[in-house]
């Protein structure tokens, strides 16, 4: 629940839900120098409904007896109570061809229907004109339902489109860029190398580079874990391990293949995370950092003799 003002604290979200005919917990989140709202909350409802329900029924509506108006979304990650299913593994689809008319309750409805571990689903817009990019995501516990689901709502009609999913597309592709690369380093390996010309040559541009698979993520001023971000990214390919420095509002994602890497990049930039939307560009390969580190420890020793 998001575009808080700073008065409303829990009791008084409590209380507005409770005279809407809802019992939640609520957690406001707050600046952790100067505990200060920072606009926005979670709002526990006890059910998956009955929180589907909420977000159809009031998102977009006027909260009672003041002018601001019901700003909701699925939360993803930092909710309040730490449910044991809720740190299980979670397998995500990529929904395509949404109609623009398809709503988060509608794609949600159209899978946790037929499939009980659906737990979520969330659809892209435009960071400046909030319309739908026409693609989102589905969540699910289950691997065998994810795997279903994967087959049995390919060409499923939502919302009067069918709509189509990718995912397998993307790892045939993975698996290809991933072939790809192991033979570039295999011919690599068979070159015979020059001490004088390697040393030398100056690192490539994380952009160029075509195996750099790391994303830089900036912008992340909502409090979020290394684990939460990679619930975020994990759609567009496996993943070799995220990392969020201490203080610095940022984050890196490395991709086990190049193509996760771009399509990361194309479909999340702007994308919004809490209060916030993240800035994305290509990160430094940890393949550079150690090469670099490699050169210098060689022209070190190299000098001193």
């Not at 015979?192 to 490539?204: E, G, H, I, N, Y």
Request: hydrophobic share 35%; net charge positive; aromatic share 10%.
């Amino acid at each position: 629940m998001g575009d808080l003002d700073p008065w409303m604290d829990e009791q008084y979200i409590t209380q507005v839900w409770y005279n809407l005919g809802e019992k939640v917990m609520v957690k406001i989140i707050r600046d952790k120098v100067t505990s200060a709202s920072a606009g926005y909350a979670f709002v526990d409802f006890g059910s998956t409904r009955s929180a589907a329900a909420a977000l159809s029924t009031f998102n977009g509506t006027t909260i009672p007896n003041t002018l601001k108006t019901f700003k909701l979304n699925w939360a993803s990650g930092g909710g309040l109570i730490d449910r044991r299913e809720d740190r299980q593994p979670e397998y995500s689809i990529f929904v395509g061809d949404l109609s623009p008319e398809c709503t988060e309750p509608t794609l949600l409805s159209a899978f946790a229907t037929r499939y009980r571990s659906c737990k979520s689903a969330k659809i892209m817009t435009d960071s400046r004109t909030g319309i739908s990019r026409g693609y989102g995501f589905v969540r699910f516990s289950d691997p065998v339902e994810h795997q279903r689901a994967l087959v049995e709502m390919q060409g499923c009609f939502i919302h009067g489109r069918p709509v189509r999913q990718q995912q397998q597309q993307q790892q045939q592709q993975q698996q290809q860029q991933q072939q790809q690369q192991q033979q570039h380093y295999s011919q690599q390996s068979q070159q015979p190398l020059s001490s004088a010309s390697s040393l030398s040559t100056p690192p490539k541009s994380p952009i160029l580079d075509p195996n750099n698979t790391t994303v830089f993520v900036g912008g992340l001023s909502t409090p979020i874990n290394e684990e939460e971000l990679r619930q975020y990214f994990a759609p567009f390919g496996d993943i070799v391990y995220t990392k969020i420095p201490v203080g610095k509002g940022c984050g890196f994602v490395q991709y086990v293949s190049r193509l996760s890497a771009e399509n990361a990049i194309l479909y999340m930039n702007g994308f919004q995370i809490g209060n916030s939307r993240i800035r994305l560009s290509w990160g430094r390969s940890q393949n550079d950092k150690s090469a670099a580190a490699a050169a210098a420890t060689a022209a070190a020793a190299q000098a001193s003799r």
